[in-house]
């Protein structure tokens, strides 16, 4: 069996996926979760609405690296919508990125919001909080 259709027995309803638009990216992101650096993503309203298998609260995430490998498991534990504009610097901080400072935060999600071609400074974004359940 593989491993991811291991973890889902283990973590019914999880859905595997990686955080970023790249290799490198989601490399350097699982990285911060495992370390429990990154406690925080976020993703534009118009995607999360897109997706058929939107993560909820109380939901399990397998998070993969760039290669597709799982890393760890994740349980989201908030959820809420908040515009680009009202992101906070506390906010910042939990998605573990950077400097940390809500500046480095705003431009680095403004680049990556600008990718996926959905960028405003009022767009909605759905803020999730997760917490690491297991290191794989």
């Not at 939901?59 to 498991?73: A, D, H, K, R, T």
Request: aromatic share 10%; hydrophobic share 40%.
């Amino acid at each position: 069996m593989h491993l991811i259709d291991e973890l889902k027995t283990r973590y019914p309803g999880a859905h595997a996926w990686s955080i970023g638009d790249n290799t490198d990216m989601a490399n350097e992101l699982a990285n911060l979760v495992i370390k429990g650096i990154k406690t925080a993503s976020c993703g534009s309203l118009t995607s999360f609405q897109a997706e058929e298998s939107a993560p909820k609260i109380g939901s399990y995430n397998i998070i993969l690296n760039g290669q597709g490998s799982p890393v760890c498991i994740i349980r989201m534990v908030s959820m809420r919508l908040i515009r680009f504009s009202d992101v906070t610097e506390e906010f910042a901080r939990k998605e573990g990125e950077g400097d940390l400072s809500l500046e480095y935060w705003r431009k680095e999600h403004k680049a990556f919001f600008t990718r996926e071609g959905f960028y405003s400074d009022d767009m909605e974004l759905v803020a999730e909080e997760f917490e690491v359940i297991e290191v794989l």
